[in-house]
């Protein structure tokens, strides 16, 4: 007789075949007749020996799918994020969330220079409400602060929230990111609407209709290009279906997360923020204080958690002298990860020097040796980077035609580079 499954050779009588284990004593009349009392098991089975429990096949569990996902999992593991995996990996992570990551925050950054300027003009209108004017004549500068007020708040509402779009987006507060985004938008473009017809009611209000006419254009340009900017990559690069069949509920739901995720990162980023700031203190004292180096052999740990969004606000807060700081430490610690390569990353004093000499070409090859320096020191610590200094330059030049984003991308893969070389520095060292 033959094994009905596989075909082997069989002596009459047996009841199990030799070679696939397949129950035989029932088919023994017909090899090849196949199961009459009940289905044979699913193709791709293993086989089944005497002693393993019935409906176990191929060593696994009971009820276990064989060779394969279980089921309803989407080949290649779990998709949460969409048709493109926008949250892990797929067409939606990696260079596309840098993509998001730059846009947003560049977007933001716009918004928070518009904040800033608001606020230097509404401080320079309180000024003007000098006393002993009389009460009719404070009413047209009283609106125009409380215009300029509303102004401001708008912006700053746009620079927040894109700003937790390019950094602290996750599958549960997206949806109420791109809402909130919608509303600052849209509240810019109404007050901006609604300040024509104000002025035109209150006689002291002076109104000049070119200025106004292109100032209503651009904020809704801008607006248009934030939002839109936004929703486009999340839609068409990420694969992301951002609020496709929400209800009410689940839109509240969403605007609530946001806004509890809002305070959670604004809290984190103050407390990272200071703690930069005593670091640099700590450092400068300790430089000027020539405090020796700790003992066994004058290792020190390095910072590991820089961040753009940081490296951002602060050089926004401190007018650009934060950012200095931040690269004279960047390569004081890359030249400590690094030694022994053959190799010398230019401190702060040099780059801004020959960048000055060479209308900022020097600057844009430091980013390049420094790039190809990280990339070349990995595998002495067990990493593999994928960008080199030909991914900076590329970023510095061509993605200087995506306005300009191009050397923040650059600098996030620097950032992201050093901090992994950083860590791994510390953790060879036992810190």
Known sequence: MKCWKCGAELPEGVEYCGSCGTKQAQYSGNPFAGP?????????????????????????????????????????GPNPGGPGGGYNG??????????????????????????????????????????????????????????????????????LILLMLAFRRTRQNSDGLILCLGSGAAAIVILRVLYMPV?????????????????????????????????????????????????????????????????????EAGAQAARAAQNARNDWNARQTQVPPPAGGGVMRLKADRSLLVYILLSF??????????????????????????????????????????????GIFWYYSLGNRLAYNAPRYGLNFQENGTTILLWYLVGLLLCGLGPLVALYIIIKNTNALCGAYNYSHGM
């Open 317 to 362: 807060i401190t007018c650009g002298i934060y950012g200095l700081y931040f690269i004279y430490a960047l390569a004081r610690d890359v030249n400590v990860v690094c030694a022994g390569d053959g190799r010398n990353t230019a401190g702060l004093l040099k780059l801004v020097l020959f960048s000055f000499l060479t209308c900022g070409l020097y």
């Open 90 to 159: 797929g067409p939606g992570g990696g260079d596309q969330k840098i993509v998001l990551t730059v846009f947003a925050a560049v977007c933001g950054a716009v918004y928070g220079l518009q904040a800033l300027s608001g606020g230097v003009r509404l401080l320079r209108q309180l000024f003007q409400l000098i006393p002993g004017r009389h009460y009719f004549g404070l009413f047209g500068p009283v609106v125009s602060l409380f215009f300029s007020a509303l102004f401001t708040a708008t912006a700053l509402w746009m620079c």
């Open 199 to 267: 002025c035109l009611i209150v006689p002291s209000m002076r109104l000049n209709f070119s200025v106004y006419l292109s100032t209503l254009l651009l904020s809704i340009a801008g607006a248009a290009i934030a939002l839109g900017g936004v929703y486009c990559i999340l839609r068409f690069l990420m694969g992301e279906m951002p609020l496709a069949g929400k209800t009410t509920a689940d839109f509240q739901n969403d605007v609530r997360e946001a806004f509890q995720s809002s305070a959670k990162a604004a809290g």
């Open 36 to 76: 009459t009392p009940s289905a044979p098991p699913p193709p791709g089975s293993g086989p089944q020996k005497p002693e393993e429990n019935p409906g176990s096949s191929g060593g696994q569990n009971p009820g276990e799918q064989p060779g394969g996902p279980n089921p309803g999992e989407q080949p290649g």
